[in-house]
């Protein structure tokens, strides 16, 4: 396992206040049909769009522009933000205060996803990916948006083609079986959630 694999599944503070979140999100979750239907519709595409980024990502060994990097430089955290969206949408209803305080603490999240950690990772990023690729990086910034997408595609002249093996060797495919299971959760969380069973929330 290279270094850089080992850094990414270090357990950080900031993963840890992620899966706290996040456990919390689910504990607290008190779905309906319609929203969660809309919330698991969510993840899958953001589920897909992930698959498609890691399908063409090599990651510190080349600049990838093509495929979803033609439309957004972080196909990846724009799936990572979708799927923040889909279970806060399965997780919450605005009928209880169960389902009103899981809307509250998603905002909360969102806000410190797009106002805090995303400016932050790409302080830390571009700088070590210029070190990497160069003036290349800077094009291509120059032509695609950080995060949200454009509307066509960039065409950077790079030739490049999804693989499987990508997606197998980014790890990308556990991803959807976690997804799932937390969607799962979600939905039986009335039967399981430590605040239903204790009547503290209704």
């Known amino acids: ?12 503070w900031r993963k840890s206040a992620v899966y706290v979140c996040s456990l919390l999100l689910v504990s607290l979750a008190d779905p309906r049909p319609l929203t969660f239907t809309a919330g698991c519709v969510l993840v899958a595409l953001a589920w897909f769009l992930r698959l498609w980024a890691f399908g063409y990502l090599d990651k510190n060994q080349l600049l990838v522009t093509t495929g979803p990097y033609a439309y957004l430089r972080n196909p990846a955290y724009f799936g990572t933000f979708l799927a923040m969206l889909g279970v806060a949408l399965a997780c919450g209803n605005i009928e209880t205060a169960r389902g009103q305080m899981v809307y509250s603490l998603s905002l909360a999240l969102v ?24 003036a290349e990086v800077d094009r291509h910034a120059a032509n695609v948006p950080d995060f949200w997408p454009r509307f066509t595609p960039w065409r950077s002249g790079q030739q490049r083609s999804f693989s499987w093996g990508m997606v197998r060797e980014n790890h990308e495919l556990s991803w959807g079986l976690v997804l799932s299971l937390v969607m799962v959760l979600i939905w039986f969380a009335p039967y399981w959630s430590p605040f239903v069973l204790a009547g503290a929330i209704s």
Request: aromatic share 14%.
């Open 1 to 12: 396992m290279s270094a850089n694999n080992r850094a990414s599944k270090r357990l950080t």
């Open 111 to 134: 806000v410190v996803f797009l106002g805090f950690y995303m400016p932050r990772k790409m302080k830390r990023e571009y700088p070590r990916l210029q070190a990497l690729f160069g």
